[in-house]
């Protein structure tokens, strides 16, 4: 099993930045995609970005695309979001993800089996 806490959400005014961090524990080595989703009210989890644990693309919705940016360390088993120019419409719960095995699609909620307890991040306009 792996485990996920995600930090840094806020309120925040459109225009500004905020970096998302992940910190995975537990079985580390068996993990092979890390990404990040997010759920506004009444919305669906949607896709943000997705990246390999041991190397690979990054891959980003194009929502964000620009503008976001998803990186990982492997030596403190943490995985950042780096989220600039916010908007409005970025205003969501956000979720770290994470799978550990590599068939399936990057980009399904449901092809990730383990999941954080979410953070809020919300952007004023």
């Known amino acids: 099993q792996v485990q996920l806490v995600e930090s840094g959400g806020g309120l925040v005014q459109a225009g500004a930045s905020l970096r998302l961090s992940c910190a995975a524990s537990g079985r580390t080595l068996s993990i092979y995609l890390m990404g990040w989703f997010r759920q506004a009210p009444g919305k669906e989890r949607e896709f943000v970005a997705t990246?390999?644990?041991?190397?690979?693309?990054?891959y980003y919705a194009d929502s964000v695309r620009g503008r976001f940016t998803i990186s990982r360390d492997n030596a403190k088993n943490t995985v950042d979001l780096q989220m600039n120019n916010l908007k409005p419409e970025d205003t969501a719960v956000y979720y770290c993800a994470a799978r550990t095995y590599s068939s399936g699609s990057y980009f399904t909620p449901a092809a990730f089996g383990s999941w954080g307890q979410g953070t809020q991040v919300t952007v004023s306009s």
């Open positions: 990246i390999g644990w041991s190397g690979g693309s990054a």
